[in-house]
């Protein structure tokens, strides 16, 4: 069968076309018994599955287990390894801090009005360094600064914009000693992630 003509495949599937998509597709149909062949099976296969693969009501512990993993601290069960070895705690340390997370009195006012922080404690790896959890809300940017020295910020939820840049949660945002640079968190949610610095200087 023609490549080209196989692809218009899935717009065959498409139900309530217009009056001249619908006569469109009787016409390709008619010049092309493959197609139509091919077609055919594709109705009959999803027809199948449908008969076959009913929907399933959940267990209610199978409920509470996804709405654990997608809004509860499992949802950031990926990073704990990543974010273990960045602040050099356990990883019973780290579980125990990204479940404050949600726990709106955990947060302290931070250098601006749209940020909110949350200090804690590293491990001895990282020396003179200061660690804390940044919450930057939605839309809002950090004005220019810079580092004094060597910074590291890893992206828990949300998204990190720099310049054309978009870092998503589960990305390291680097930043060497001097660099000089401004960054916003996306529109759709609260930006919030876990850094590592040496300092900052507000230009």
């Not at 149909?29 to 197609?35: D, I, N």
């Not at 449908?50 to 399933?56: H, N």
């Not at 404690?121 to 004005?143: I, K, W, Y």
């Amino acid at each position: 069968m023609n490549p080209t003509v196989l692809e218009r495949l899935p717009d065959l599937l498409i139900e309530n076309l217009s009056p001249d998509d619908t006569q469109q597709r009787a016409d390709l149909l008619a010049r092309s018994p493959e197609l139509a062949r091919e077609l055919a099976i594709v109705h009959e296969t999803m027809a199948l599955r449908e008969a076959v693969l009913r929907p399933v009501q959940p267990s209610a512990r199978a409920r509470e287990r996804l709405v654990a993993a997608l809004f509860g601290v499992d949802r950031f069960r990926p990073f704990v390894d990543r974010l273990c070895r960045m602040v050099d705690l356990s990883d019973e340390a780290v579980r125990d801090l990204l479940a404050r997370i949600d726990d709106a009195t955990a947060w302290e006012p931070g250098p601006l009005p749209s940020i909110k922080v949350m200090h804690f404690d590293h491990g001895p790896a990282l020396l003179s360094a200061e660690t804390g959890l940044v919450r930057l809300a939605a839309g809002q940017a950090v004005p220019r600064h810079r580092h004094v020295g060597a910074e590291v910020s890893f992206v828990l939820e949300g998204t990190l914009w720099e310049g054309d840049t978009c870092y998503f949660p589960g990305q390291a945002v680097p930043q060497p000693a001097g660099s000089v640079h401004t960054f916003t968190a996306g529109a759709e949610r609260d930006l919030v992630f876990a850094v590592s610095h040496c300092g900052i200087e507000f230009m």
